[in-house]
């Protein structure tokens, strides 16, 4: 009789045949590789006591989702991260070295109960964050025309004139730049 110790979601995911082979083959690599982490010498991971800190990481993590190279992860607390970011260099030669036809590139991480995922690609995320940064310089521009208007009622010099013309062309540009871009994406 085996008396290896399964975990409760390995159990579920046997039972519901969840995924294809290839995803099994992940997650089974998956918990083969994070087993196979060993703590730093300043913890105590001798101890009979304690399990060690790669089977602890494996039974508190799951592969969720393949794409473009990034394997997502999921783990019940926000500390189990830390963790893996501590040891992401190992885990990813690791799966590179037992997976290589995958070209799993990097790793990213969320909190089980979280909607995050790899389904936006790269251009709907640096068009989100162009859009959000625009809102921001928007809303800075408000502020200071605020700003310069109490100023001006109150027989203040204006700020912009305070300020040196070299400086005041590279906001110019650094404006510039920003429409450019916005108006490029927006034209896609």
Known sequence: MNN????????MMQVANIGTSEANEICSVWKKVVSGVRSYKHESEDSEKRIPIGE?????TRVIDLRNGVLLVETDHPGWIQYLRMYQKYILTGLKM???????????FRVTGE?????????????KSRKEQAEFLEKQEKALSK???????????NI????????????????????????????K
């Open 98 to 108: 037992n997976l290589p036809d995958l070209k799993i590139n990097s790793l990213a």
């Open 147 to 157: 700003i310069s208007a109490a100023a001006a009622s109150s027989g203040k010099k």
């Open 4 to 11: 290896q110790i399964i975990s409760a979601a390995d159990i």
């Open 56 to 60: 602890r990481l494996a039974g508190n």
């Open 160 to 187: 912009k004139s305070e300020l040196p013309p070299e400086l005041l062309q590279k906001f110019k540009n650094i404006k510039e730049s920003i429409s450019a871009a916005q108006n490029e994406e927006n034209n």
């Open 115 to 127: 909607k995050v995922s790899l389904s936006e690609t790269y251009e709907q995320q640096l068009a």
